[in-house]
C-alpha cells in the first residue's frame, strides 16, 4: 500500500493499526506487554508510592496498561491509533483517560514516569523524528520521574536481513507478513490480514509499516543533554527481548 495524498497535495503514510491489525495484534502479540510488565513495574515501584502519574506512549489495545492499573497505577494511555483507542478503553477501563497522540508533533502530557512498550518510536518518519520525541519525552517528565522504553536498534535489521514471510493464524485471523531491509536504518514490514466478519465472509485489509532503526548508543548522551541520566540495556527486568531490541531506561535529574 503506497502513500495517500494530503488535503493540500502533500502525501501522506495511511494510519498505522487499523481496524483489522488492531484486532490481531489484540488477540495474538500481547505476550510481549506481558513479558515486560513485571520488570517495568519494579521501575516504577518508587512512582507508584508517591501515587505518581504513569503516561504511557502507545498504548495499543491496553494489554501494558492493564497491568498498570491493576498494580494500582494512574494512568494516562495514548496512542497514534484510533482503533487502537478504542480496544484500549474496553481492555483497560481503570485509566484516568486515553488520548490521541501522535510524536513528534503532540504535546506529551507532564507525568511522574513514561513508559512504552512495542518500539513505538521506531514508527516514527526518521532518525530526527526519533530523537524530537525522544527530546519531548524527556521534556515531559517530572523531577525524579522515570523513562522506560523500548526501541529497535540498527542490530534489529541486520538480525532479519533475510527473513522469510511469516503466516500467524486466530481463530477469526490470518496475517501475512513480508519483511524487507532496504537501508541499514529501514525496516519494512508489509502485512495482508483477513478478519472474519460475523455473516463468516471475511474482510481484507493491506498495511506497509516501516520502521527506523537507530544506532542507540547514542541516546543516553542525548537524554542526558535534556536532563535525563538514561542507559541502554537488553531488558526491562529478566524476560528476553527480540534480537535487536533494547531499552532505553533512565531518571530526571531533580
Same mark, same amino acid.
Given at each position: 500500500?503506497?502513500?495517500?495524498?494530503?488535503?493540500?497535495?502533500?502525501?501522506?503514510?495511511?494510519?498505522?493499526?487499523?481496524?483489522?491489525?488492531?484486532?490481531?495484534?489484540?488477540?495474538?502479540?500481547?505476550?510481549?506487554?506481558?513479558?515486560?510488565?513485571?520488570?517495568?513495574?519494579?521501575?516504577?515501584a518508587p512512582v507508584r508510592e508517591r501515587r505518581g502519574l504513569v503516561v504511557e506512549v502507545g498504548c495499543g489495545s491496553g494489554q501494558l496498561t492493564r497491568h498498570l492499573v491493576e498494580a494500582g497505577h494512574r494512568v494516562?494511555?495514548?496512542?497514534?491509533?484510533?482503533?487502537?483507542?478504542?480496544?484500549?478503553?474496553?481492555?483497560?477501563?481503570?485509566?484516568?483517560?486515553? #488520548? !490521541?497522540?501522535? +510524536?513528534?508533533?503532540?504535546?506529551?502530557?507532564? /507525568?511522574?514516569?513514561?513508559? $512504552?512498550? &512495542?518500539?513505538?518510536?521506531?514508527?516514527?518518519?526518521?532518525?530526527?523524528?526519533?530523537?524530537?520525541?525522544?527530546?519531548?519525552?524527556?521534556?515531559?517528565?517530572?523531577?525524579?520521574?522515570?523513562?522506560?522504553?523500548?526501541?529497535?536498534?540498527?542490530?534489529?535489521?541486520?538480525?532479519?536481513?533475510?527473513?522469510?514471510?511469516?503466516?500467524?493464524?486466530?481463530?477469526?485471523?490470518?496475517?501475512?507478513?513480508?519483511?524487507?531491509?532496504?537501508?541499514?536504518?529501514?525496516?519494512?514490514?508489509?502485512?495482508?490480514?483477513?478478519?472474519?466478519?460475523?455473516?463468516?465472509?471475511?474482510?481484507?485489509?493491506?498495511?506497509?509499516?516501516?520502521?527506523?532503526?537507530?544506532?542507540?548508543? #547514542? !541516546?543516553?548522551? +542525548?537524554?542526558?543533554?535534556?536532563?535525563?541520566? /538514561?542507559?541502554?540495556?537488553? $531488558?526491562? &527486568?529478566?524476560?528476553?527481548?527480540?534480537?535487536?531490541?533494547?531499552?532505553?531506561?533512565?531518571?530526571?535529574?531533580?
Amino acid at each position: 500500500m503506497g502513500d495517500t495524498e494530503a488535503v493540500d497535495g502533500s502525501t501522506a503514510r495511511p494510519p498505522y493499526y487499523r481496524e483489522n491489525l488492531a484486532l490481531i495484534h489484540h488477540e495474538g502479540f500481547g505476550f510481549h506487554a506481558d513479558a515486560c510488565a513485571p520488570g517495568i513495574l519494579e521501575l516504577l515501584a518508587p512512582v507508584r508510592e508517591r501515587r505518581g502519574l504513569v503516561v504511557e506512549v502507545g498504548c495499543g489495545s491496553g494489554q501494558l496498561t492493564r497491568h498498570l492499573v491493576e498494580a494500582g497505577h494512574r494512568v494516562i494511555a495514548t496512542d497514534a491509533s484510533e482503533a487502537m483507542l478504542e480496544l484500549a478503553r474496553r481492555h483497560a477501563p481503570g485509566a484516568e483517560d486515553f #488520548r !490521541l497522540l501522535r +510524536l513528534p508533533d503532540d504535546a506529551v502530557p507532564s /507525568a511522574d514516569a513514561i513508559v $512504552s512498550v &512495542g518500539h513505538v518510536l521506531s514508527y516514527l518518519d526518521d532518525e530526527a523524528s526519533v530523537d524530537l520525541a525522544l527530546v519531548a519525552l524527556a521534556g515531559a517528565l517530572r523531577p525524579g520521574g522515570v523513562l522506560t522504553i523500548d526501541l529497535c536498534d540498527l542490530a534489529w535489521g541486520i538480525a532479519r536481513q533475510h527473513a522469510p514471510p511469516q503466516v500467524w493464524r486466530g481463530d477469526r485471523w490470518v496475517l501475512v507478513t513480508e519483511f524487507s531491509v532496504p537501508s541499514p536504518n529501514r525496516f519494512v514490514r508489509m502485512m495482508t490480514t483477513f478478519v472474519r466478519n460475523p455473516d463468516g465472509s471475511w474482510r481484507r485489509d493491506d498495511e506497509r509499516h516501516d520502521n527506523v532503526l537507530v544506532d542507540t548508543s #547514542r !541516546l543516553p548522551t +542525548l537524554l542526558g543533554e535534556h536532563g535525563v541520566e /538514561a542507559s541502554v540495556a537488553p $531488558s526491562f &527486568g529478566t524476560e528476553t527481548l527480540p534480537a535487536g531490541l533494547v531499552t532505553v531506561i533512565g531518571r530526571r535529574r531533580r
